[in-house]
């Protein structure tokens, strides 16, 4: 099992940065991928970006690209996600997730075997 922990959400101004971070612990070596999604009330969870094969390769939506960027620290065992040019529409619970068997694509949240618990990330106009 692996286990996945969020922080780093919090209030802040249209147009500015937060970054979150998701430490995983547990059969870490089991992890091929990481993601980042995002579920507004009222919306179905969303696929922001996922880092692959220990930071080899990211992608991202394109509603986040050039904007948002995924990094890993490998000795700590932690992905972040720097946000950079917030919006309102950003507002959000994110989500962190972890995928073991390589299946699916990318922005397929069924293609994930483990989950945070979210941090609520709210951008004000």
């Known amino acids: 099992q692996v286990q996945l922990v969020e922080s780093g959400g919090g209030l802040v101004q249209a147009g500015g940065s937060l970054r979150l971070s998701c430490e995983a612990s547990?059969?870490?070596?089991?992890?091929?991928?990481m993601a980042w999604f995002r579920q507004a009330p009222g919306k179905e969870r969303e696929w922001v970006g996922t880092?692959?094969?220990?930071?080899?390769?990211?992608y991202y939506s394109e509603s986040v690209k050039d904007r948002f960027t995924i990094s890993e620290d490998k000795d700590k065992d932690t992905v972040s996600l720097q946000m950079n040019s917030l919006r309102p529409e950003d507002t959000a619970v994110y989500y962190c997730?972890?995928?073991?068997?390589?299946?699916?694509?990318?922005?397929?949240?069924?293609?994930?075997?483990?989950w945070g618990q979210g941090t609520q990330v709210t951008v004000s106009s």
């Open positions: 880092s692959t094969y220990r930071g080899y390769s990211s």
């Open positions: 997730a972890a995928q073991g068997r390589i299946r699916g694509n990318v922005d397929d949240r069924y293609a994930y075997d483990w």
């Open positions: 547990g059969r870490t070596y089991s992890i091929t991928a």
